[in-house]
Nanobody, 124 residues
């Protein structure tokens, strides 16, 4: 397991933007592919975006494609999610998680354990 900590969420108006961060306090994040997920009230957690270990490959869910950009800085041991043109329906707790296959590629198989997430609230 790799412990990840999300931050940067907040309240933003519809049409606004926000960048949230995912950091690893204990391990080098460069060993892992990392994905962002979100969970809205009353809904299941869903995939948002992912990035491989080097940043060369990125993946996006249709719901936010074109409005989000995932990136990473392996020197800072962090992965970011830039979200633009936010909509009320983007309101959710956003989580990051590493791919459990540990070869640096994204297979869509996150670890079972999840962090606290960061709340993103978009107001109309």
């Amino acid at each position: 397991q790799v412990q990840l900590v999300e931050s940067g969420g907040g309240l933003v108006q519809a049409g606004g933007f926000l960048r949230i961060s995912c950091e690893s306090p204990e391990r080098a994040l460069s060993d892992y592919a990392v994905g962002w997920y979100r969970q809205a009230p009353g809904k299941e957690r869903e995939f948002v975006a992912a990035i491989n270990w080097s940043g060369a490959s990125t993946y996006y869910a249709d719901a936010m494609k074109g409005r989000v950009t995932i990136s990473r800085d392996n020197v800072k041991n962090a992965v970011y999610l830039q979200m633009n043109s936010l909509k009320v329906e983007d309101t959710a707790v956003y989580y990051c998680n590493a791919d459990s296959n540990r070869d640096g590629n994204w297979y869509g198989e996150p670890y079972d354990s999840w962090g606290q997430g960061t709340q993103v609230t978009v107001s109309s």
